[in-house]
């Protein structure tokens, strides 16, 4: 997938990337939270948690491949844990479903646990990305009290992330075609190492311009943000909402075994 | 004076003491639109960033009346704004509405007043709606008319513009031609592109070599072959 | 294939992560300060879009030598660090780290300040301090020494870093393996990764001292007659070297305690005993391990998923804080309600579904903003 392409969702216009900034994120860090909060043999508990971030993925008009490729593009260590697990918990645990009983092996709930969570971890990320544009999560952050030096850094990469990742790209699509794969290691290791030190220089090349048009355009060293956020009643009604339900799907289990 | 912008005897040289510029001297008038030539490595870039105060130079520029030092900087900054050759220098914030407030919040105006700036020059240049947008999912064409937007919301009185059709296409040449022809402020214009010249200027400035060659109206330089010949223009 | 080591919220408890969090934002606090002194007002960008360079830099890969179908690239915390100075590269990692989260959801949201401490901070500060150390006295640093330095930083930082996720993962008490184990795979995958990563580094390194060698601090003359001036870090050679043998002992401390604590065989034969009885296992271990189980019953929120009967940083009376069988009875209630739950959980997302898909036909969701020419 081109990498312009990584960012277009959030782009977009719905109910849900009308919501303030702020809002989405204190709700997908609630909802975080709540999903750790789980013990570690929990699996069939964790279900009503998946309607939150496929509400959001899907009223915000994020398709599913979309939301599931970084998924299924598994972290090592869920892998490590879900194959590992069995092999080192076998006691068994009785578990129920509808009217079926049987006894498991608590490393496969483990591992279910586990790869649930991770799951639900994920789609929910994805579903605030995809559905805010970075500057306004930016600027959300700016009003919730983050470090400034750290958002204006993050707005600068932001920024320039796409245009020298095409730098990049150009550069080893002319050395693929110059018969790069054919090269002894010893010369493929020297040009990777050539091609960096060219684009390291050329980015601190650039970033001297861009100090330049900084300081034509008045920058003298205090750093001055808009106000383009505006906190509204359905803002409000959208994170009790979303408080009454993490509450919901987390109380009946407060006390279970 | 009267004149908006005022350079006399400008010379710059870079640290190894090559000359980019050597006494180099003109005026524009106010409201008046110089176009400025010559060959590649001719100066013209460096002598847009001499006006702005970004490379150092000997000799006297003025900006409406006020001469450009360290000390006065900032308010020579206010009245003149430079776009660069390439958009990518000029439009550093994550939103376009970003990029045009950034010099309206500079110049001390409050939030709320620099965006309706920085809102009414995105509408100016044609650009209404795309506030919200980043500048890496914006067209060619798009990102030289926000460009422009960043100074046009500084509400200054000169224009330097280093090579702004460059890399467009006929159409969006056009439109960008179109947009300059509408505005009042004065311009001088850093190009390679004759039918711009021809189309929004009066006078051109011609340098070779870091030096002036040739001053006149658009008829006189452009009209003379043998003069364009010698300095490599055609 | 390229693999994202960062860590997701799956692996930490609510604690653990609200403790790592906090930590983080101090020492990234305190960096960003640092580097707002150390860098002038006009070096602004150079941060940011440093971060960028990375991120790019991660596209030029090579393939490595007999290993088909795996490449090796730069990560690039250490070049950072050599270029911008431990506290602007911590600022810039972190900005990284950030982006990665939210554009690329690599590592969970949080996890971020773990991810922060063992990608970002500590490999800034151990490899940095490393690099300036093995660069000796700084005058006379020849070539060979400065690209030992770097290859060496880089191992280590990256290793340490990993080092730290097993820990992490096991004051969280979310996983059944043991923590030795996951250690064991953690350093050994990372000693590679740190050594291709090194390789890289000084290959860059090399090229830069050609190009542009004041950006590591040197004088054009000086890269040739192999001298080096202090570059963009003012740290205190005791300050270096101090807090690098802090760093390693605590590393060596940690690893030496959890070493003790549980040899493999020791849980194994735990286990046995409580498949084959369904008894608790009392008494039994080393000091390290029942100390670990202590601990989690002191602080357990949930200790086996039911209230705290004592007091949190309070042992319960007996408890081990380790899973009992349950009854009969409960589990009947409990395959019930998971029944309820997933049909509820179905028919909700029904319900959902099809409202996105009417709000779609009515057109009010745009995907995709066209481009105008």
Not at chain 3, 265 to 271: A, D, M, R, V
């Amino acid at each position: 997938m081109h990498h312009r392409y990584i960012d277009r969702f959030a782009q977009g216009d719905s109910p849900v990337h009308r919501l303030d900034a702020r809002a989405k994120l204190i709700a997908v860090v609630a909802y975080s939270a709540v999903v750790i909060s789980f013990p570690r043999y929990a699996v069939t508990e964790l279900a009503p948690l998946a309607v939150m971030p496929m509400a959001m993925l899907w009223l915000g008009g994020v398709p599913a491949w979309f939301a599931l490729r970084r998924v299924l593009l598994l972290s090592p260590f869920v892998l490590f844990v879900c194959l590992l697990s069995p092999w080192y918990d076998r006691a068994l645990h009785p578990a129920g479903f509808g009217s079926w009983r049987f006894e498991i092996a608590g490393g496969w709930l483990t591992s279910a646990d586990i790869a649930a969570k991770f799951t639900l971890g994920v789609l929910a990320l994805t579903a605030l990305t995809s559905t805010t544009r970075f500057a306004w999560m930016l600027e959300g952050m700016r009003r919730l009290g983050a470090p400034s030096m750290l958002l204006v850094q993050l707005g600068f990469l932001y920024r320039y992330l796409f245009v020298l990742i095409d730098e990049a790209m150009r550069v080893r699509r002319g050395r693929d075609f110059r018969g790069a794969a054919l090269a002894p290691a010893g010369r493929r290791l020297s040009a990777a190492g050539s091609i960096l030190a060219n684009l390291f220089v050329r980015t601190l090349e650039r970033s001297e311009r861009i100090s330049m048009a900084m300081a034509a355009r008045g920058y003298a060293g205090e750093w001055h943000g808009l106000n383009v956020l505006r906190f509204r009643a359905r803002d409000a009604a959208f994170l009790a909402g979303v408080a009454l339900y993490l509450a919901a799907c987390r109380w009946p289990w407060l006390s279970a075994r | 004076m009267g004149d908006i912008l005022d350079i006399t005897d400008l010379s710059v040289s870079y640290g190894d003491g090559t000359e980019a510029l050597h006494g180099v001297t003109l005026n524009v008038g106010a409201g008046e639109r110089v176009a400025l030539v010559g060959p590649n490595g001719a100066g013209k870039t460096t002598l847009l960033l001499a006006i702005m105060g970004g490379v150092k130079f000997s000799g006297r520029v003025a900006v409406d009346g006020m001469e450009m030092s360290s000390r006065t900087a900032h308010e020579v900054r206010s009245r003149c704004g430079m776009t660069f050759q390439n958009p990518d220098d000029q439009l550093f914030m994550p939103t376009l509405l970003e990029d045009a407030a950034f010099g309206p919040l500079n110049q001390g105006y409050p939030p709320a007043e620099a965006e309706a700036r920085a809102a009414s020059a995105i509408e100016a240049v044609g650009l209404a709606g795309l506030e919200h947008r980043s500048a890496h999912h914006a067209s060619e064409g798009q990102k030289r008319s926000a460009s422009l937007a960043t100074i046009l919301s500084m509400n200054v009185k000169l224009l330097l513009l280093d090579e702004p059709g460059g890399g467009l296409d006929f159409r969006s040449r056009r439109r960008l031609t179109e947009l300059l022809a509408g505005r009042t402020e004065a311009m001088l214009m850093a190009t390679h592109d004759m039918d711009m010249v021809h189309t929004l200027c009066t006078r051109v400035v011609m340098l070779d070599g870091g030096r002036v060659a040739a001053v006149g109206t658009v008829e006189e330089i452009l009209g003379d072959a043998g003069l364009l010949g010698r300095h490599g223009l055609a | 294939m390229v693999l994202a080591m960062h860590m997701g919220n799956e692996l930490l408890s609510i604690p653990m992560a609200v403790v790592t969090l906090a930590l983080a934002g101090l020492l990234v606090g305190a960096a960003a300060l640092r580097a707002r002194k150390t860098l002038s007002a006009e070096k602004l960008p150079l941060m940011g879009v440093m971060g960028a360079f990375v991120f790019a830099g991660q596209m030029i890969n090579f393939t490595l030598p007999g290993m088909p179908g795996t490449s090796g690239h730069l990560v690039g915390g250490v070049l950072l660090a050599i270029v911008l100075g431990p506290a602007a590269a911590i600022v810039t990692l972190t900005a990284i780290l950030v982006v990665q989260c939210f554009l690329f959801q690599d590592g969970g949201l949080l996890a971020l300040g773990c991810n922060i401490l063992n990608m970002g901070v500590l490999p800034c500060v151990l490899g940095w301090g490393l690099y300036r150390l093995a660069l000796g006295a700084a005058e006379r640093a020849k070539a060979w020494r400065q690209y030992a330095a770097t290859w060496l930083a880089c191992v280590a930082g990256v290793t340490a870093g990993a080092a730290l996720v097993p820990v992490e993962a096991s004051f969280s008490g979310v996983l059944r393996i043991p923590t030795v184990q996951f250690l064991g795979v953690m350093v050994g995958v990372h000693l590679l990764i740190g050594f291709i990563e090194g390789l890289i580094t000084f290959v860059v390194v090399a090229y830069l001292r050609e190009i542009r060698p004041e950006a590591l601090g040197l004088t054009p003359a000086a890269a040739g007659a192999g001298g080096v001036r202090t570059g963009a870090g003012k740290l205190s050679r005791g300050a270096v070297a101090a807090s690098f043998l802090v760093t390693a002992a605590l590393l060596a401390g940690v690893i030496a305690w959890f070493a003790s604590g549980s040899p493999g065989g020791l849980e194994w034969s735990l286990l046995e005993h409580r498949y084959g009885t369904g008894e608790k296992a009392a008494g039994e271990g080393s000091s390290a391990a029942s100390g670990a189980d202590t601990w989690q019953a002191k602080w357990s929120l949930l200790p086996d998923y039911g209230k705290r009967s004592a007091p949190l940083g309070e042992a319960p009376a007996g408890a081990k804080g380790v899973q009992e069988p349950s009854e009969g009875g409960a589990s009947a209630v409990k395959g019930w309600t998971s029944l309820a739950g997933m049909i509820g959980t179905a028919v909700t997302l029904g319900i959902v579904y099809l409202a996105g898909a009417i709000l779609r036909r009515r057109g009010s969701i745009v995907g995709e903003n066209g481009r105008q020419g």
